[in-house]
């Protein structure tokens, strides 16, 4: 079960982005605080952090796919990003137009 502050930023994505545009990853079971988010269309991961951050606030980093397909290669990261940044953030990695 992930924590409130995990959940709240993905609800805000849905309901900002649509639902069906978004497809949740956890590789970080025992991480409540973080999750993967990527899209049918795109095989880039963004990974979200709320771990010890102020409300509506979160850590993202851009991963995209390494040589093994099984691991991803770290493409930038921003912290302290707010919900507007972030919505941005998610659109353009993973090419998100609508």
Known sequence: MKDNSINQIIQFLQKQIGSQNLFIIDHWDADRCAIGLTNQYSQNLVYLSTYNKKAN?????????????????????FDNVNMAELEKIVRQHLGINS
């Open 57 to 77: 606030e979160c850590y993202v980093e851009l991963e995209i796919p390494g040589n093994n397909a099984k691991e991803y290669e770290v493409n930038g990261s």
